[in-house]
């Protein structure tokens, strides 16, 4: 995991040992699927929650430990009963660039002067973890913050060539999380974007995915706010209820806010959030306002208000509000676990490249060829269930 | 219609009224859709908007025209528009029994003892207006006040002969909705309960549809808060997010809200609501609390607030809260429309007996044998379109 | 403390134990209030905080910290730091009777079979706590679970002579609350109803604090929706802003909420919430509908949604609403340590009788003659703090 | 009234028109205030509703009725009934520069090049207007959309002479608001700055307004979330509840909406809103966050949703939710109406300078010497009303 210490990563850190020390697994989704009466992971070969084994890079080297107390999303009993093993887990040093996302710093940076050495201190890292854990398969996840988006037609993101030789050439149009990206997929590790950074969403590293047969799925796990639009938008088409307007607010005190103060990472976020009414609705709405804003005291607990503007029959106008006091990596880490599952799954599989399947997961879902993704949950879910039983890719 | 002058109905007349003078078909589910490429109605034969004529009963007999105006549904341009037709339209004498509708009178009453007798006028107004109006087909939409509900396990409602039986013994355990629903059935009429009111959802009557190959469906027009609900729950499903509590008010200042004032009638109301979330989330809600409040200064325009708790990973604790600011009658008018349009094309289809295909439209949908129907409004409209297109029953 | 065992008073309790610990006053209304430049304390008298000691009874025998951990109202921390004293303080039998309150029971019962006989004991228990204590001042705080109101006009209750009789004759009028207020009242105690039970409000009691110089106050906590109510409905009225309606839902789940659950409890409560609004305003809100809902998820969380309907100039409307996200005892702990401070200073100063000044903490206050009391938080506010400075009684 | 035919103030001139056919004063919060048993206008002189006469300047050139029409403020029946008024009434070409509210533009503009040929026309105005009304009094309303603040510190601004200096020599930091400010305030005109705008809120005017014994009053009328958050903080530190933070956004889609999309614009907006919570609380609130989007589909109805979270007893936290379904101009015309009332008595009164006694109006009340103003909204009114009965200024 890229962002080890971040609230989401150590809250997947601290449940996955909680569940191998008898936890249960509220709030999983796949927990408990079966496949033709058979336990999903029986069925399909897809690897346990306890036999998964997490190691990652952070900007900050605290321990896991010091990062779940700052986090301030586990209760006193949880960090209680995993604190010994968060102890134990301390982030390698990451690569970093501070010109990409400003609000989140830290010292426990790799020491890589160019894009290159970087990709090749990364690459290192994977390949000394797979041998130490000794691991039949390994998927990289990203869950650093935010970065600041390049320009997405920079000469250096369009062929896996142009790519290679903007490594080569320090590009400043490769970002840091294209790095892990580029290493992932070159050692032929799964990958999986789950934040609104460009990453590996870029024609070069698609191409270099399916070139190595490697599956990569993205971006921008899909959790609070938007999940509840992808949602409630199929139901009011269902209904001819016209959206007339659809504002949201998003407020949240944890360092993926603080990140998004920053107005060129906001800016990614808001990419990734804004076409998902339109392509379920089927007609534009134009007056569909997101603000995010970073708001101290709610710390991880992120709070969405959406106000909704109907029209009915005759013309006529109703309204809809939707307040979500959520909890942003409450929400967030079982995606994530379920992400390493099942591309791990694609892995065993042997199905490289953009992973439709996995839209469910994501704001703004990876197609193979830059084509509109379905975002309505309900689809989504069915092409998901389908591929895990069948294999089918639903495209 | 029965229920012809309450604010639904009414909005329905006036609704088709401007649809024939022009007006567009915002808020209609159907509006529009295309079958292989035609329009639905060319496509199968369902009968057009504008080709729609209706009449019906009510207990008040004052014109569409003062009904509109005191449901104040319509603005200022639309009661302006459809007013001279409204003022044309004047309800039949009602069939009513004020020991099941306590808080809704009037002196528009069919001259009618016994429930025999009541059976008897209602079929002659059904003959009479399919002769005057030179009818293709007939529907008859119970829209009336909601009733308290009789015994289920009343002997008279067990069998069609029983049922018989007790109208000739006048039995009270025959309520006025099933007066109608059996009048419907009997003169070959398609019969469909918006209202949460028994009517006939009884052994009696649906063997009584099936037996005489007449399409039934029902109960309880899903507009507001249930729609929501069935909305939300299997999101919350498919994100393994458990509900730990579901709070929610409905607050309307309507006649159906005045009806609901009345204990009886409210028990019925709250019966059709209650058991929709078990169903979705495949376990029991023990906190699902539904409470509707009469509140004046609303009229037509119900508010309905939600309170959930939500359980996610690591046992904690989330909440969501929904705001619906709708209007009745302008999302229930449109659903009455679209099924009158349904259970005619069911008929030309020579499909007898309980429609699970409209599912769709029902807090409380009914199920030929009483098992539990699907609630999930993205699996029931994946089934309504189904029937629409290729005749599929979905059972 | 009558309750000693309920989330209200266990909270006072633990709280007065941690400022004894050194914590701070956050959330004490009086805490830092100068008076001529002093402290409140030093210039008038008052009582410091960490100068109180608490007793009482309750139906409930299990030491405070059972109680604390039941109720979940303190952290983690606040349990552990508060956990040695409050296992030292145990509840005292009390007096109770399960026609006034049938959804609180407990064994924790005085033996004493006539109202006669659970006076003596109750006045036994005050005598015995001020001296072991070696007590300055001694004030009794209803804090005890809402009972059933008795017919006011019940002939036992109407002068002091009456009530006398009626404890010898056990008179059922009399209620469990009652019994603790005469006690007190009899042994020159200062009485404090911050519950919605009748208790002091009563001819014959009133009539007994005046005689015996004993301050009384009550009644009925105003805490949560209630106090908002007092403080929005002066702002409406200030702006000219009608209202029309006002619909007020409560949920919550901890042993109060379970008292409730008891329509007879329930209707006492509603009198008490129900006159605020037409008194503040000056003319009757037609509409003004009060829901309380017991909801197990929520715990001592309680909730309160306001919905408010407004019409201003040209006759025009708007709506409020508002949502109270609160914590029962967190809210009212606080104002029952204030109110025991102030009953004690009006002891100090020899004004007995009903205490005017006091209706700044009240859902429903006392006045000596049953007239009506100001709501307005604001006016409330200044008169309680020109008492404290001057002594003054705002008649 | 400068932005005569913005919403607000072609509400106020229908209102006026409607109150003359007899129409309610409900919205008008000085209507039927009594002073010692005698209505307010007869015991003091205040001018009475219906002898009100409007005049102003606008940069859009229609008629009222066509403004009117646009807002969408006033209903049908309203609009039938002003209509034939309104149709008379023509703003008169305005003093107007793009460069300090963009968004705003129009064709209605005064023929005069520079800030002191502008000034010579607003005067010309004002004369004529008096004459052709034979006004008793005459008080000049800033409605006008929101400026651009210039720098408050430029010298032109510091005293009258550099003020006359800088009309003469056209300086730019001399903004269109302050051109009226000054020729009303040098024509003898009371003067009432309703907007965020600095207008006469700089030394140089105050002197001058001091200097001819003129009364002034502003800034920013107090109508929707500040009106709120000065009727809600006061509550919350009268409970000892420590407000940590609060977040306020707003929706609204009218031309003030619109004028608040240019960020130079807002910013003089949120200048006057920030300072409210803390000057109440008593301490800073570091995260005060306050939003206003402009959102086309509510047109003139605004919404106002706060997230406010506080801190209690035992450092426990709640959360309150606010949200406000208003209407802007219903809100604000019937408070500019009031202000021209009493801002009139104030001039039959001999007071000039600052108004003090009117900061119940405004979110930025001005005080004489830039001092902090009082901002809970029952203190603001005592002074209100102790002002209209006695005349005491309440300095």
Redesign the interface.
């Known amino acids: 995991m890229v962002g080890l210490g971040g609230a989401v990563a150590t809250?997947a850190v601290?449940?996955l040992d909680?569940l191998r020390a008898g936890?249960?697994t509220?709030?999983?989704?796949l927990?408990g699927l079966a496949v033709d009466g058979r336990p999903v992971e029986a069925a399909t070969g897809m690897v346990e929650y306890t036999d998964l084994v997490v190691g990652g890079w952070d900007l900050d080297g605290s321990d896991l430990r010091k990062a779940a107390e700052q986090h301030g999303?586990?209760?006193?009993h949880?960090l209680a009963q995993a604190g010994p093993y968060l102890s134990s887990v301390t982030p390698w040093p990451a690569a970093g660039d501070a010109d990409f996302c400003r609000n989140v710093t830290g010292g426990n940076v790799v020491l890589a002067e160019t894009r290159r050495a970087q990709v090749d201190a990364v690459r290192a890292d994977l390949v000394r973890f797979r041998e130490e854990e000794r691991l039949d398969g390994l998927v990289l996840v990203n869950l650093a913050s935010t970065e600041r988006w390049p320009d997405p037609a920079a000469p250096a993101l369009q062929s896996t060539e142009a790519f290679e030789a903007g490594l080569d050439a320090d590009d400043r149009s490769i970002t840091p999380s294209m790095v892990y990206a580029y290493a992932a997929i070159a050692e032929g590790v799964g990958y999986v974007n789950f934040t609104p950074s460009l990453a590996a969403d870029v024609p070069a590293l698609v191409e270099l995915a399916e070139r190595h047969g490697v599956p990569v799925a993205g971006k921008d796990g899909k959790t609070g706010q938007t999940?509840?639009k992808t949602?409630?938008a199929?139901?009011f088409r269902?209904?001819?209820?016209?959206v007339?307007?659809w504002?949201s607010?998003n407020?949240l005190g944890n360092r993926d806010g603080l990140a998004l103060d920053d107005p060129a990472s906001l800016q990614s976020k808001l990419q990734t959030k804004g076409s998902v009414l339109d392509s379920i609705l089927g007609y534009p709405v134009?007056?569909h306002?997101v603000?995010i804003?970073y708001?101290?005291?709610?710390g991880d607990q992120k709070?969405a208000?959406d106000?909704i503007?109907l029209?009915?029959?005759?013309?006529?106008r109703?309204?809809?509000?939707?307040?979500?006091?959520?909890?942003d990596s409450?929400?967030a880490?079982?995606l994530a676990i379920e992400l390493a599952r099942l591309t791990d799954l694609a892995q065993q599989r042997g199905q490289g490249g953009v992973q439709t399947q996995l839209g469910?997961f994501f704001k703004a879902p990876m197609t193979p060829d830059g084509s509109t993704p379905e975002h309505?949950?309900?689809?989504q879910?069915r092409v998901l269930l389908d591929w895990v039983t069948t294999g089918a890719t639903g495209r």
């Open positions: 809250t601290a449940g909680l936890g249960d509220a709030g999983l989704p927990a999303v586990l209760d006193h949880q999940m509840m949602v409630l199929p139901a269902s209904r001819a209820l016209t007339e307007g504002y607010t407020i134009e007056d306002v603000r804003d708001y101290r005291p709610r709070e208000w106000a503007d029209v009915g029959f005759l013309g006529q109703m309204q809809v509000k939707v307040d979500f006091l959520c909890r409450i929400l880490a079982p469910w309505a949950l309900h689809r879910e």
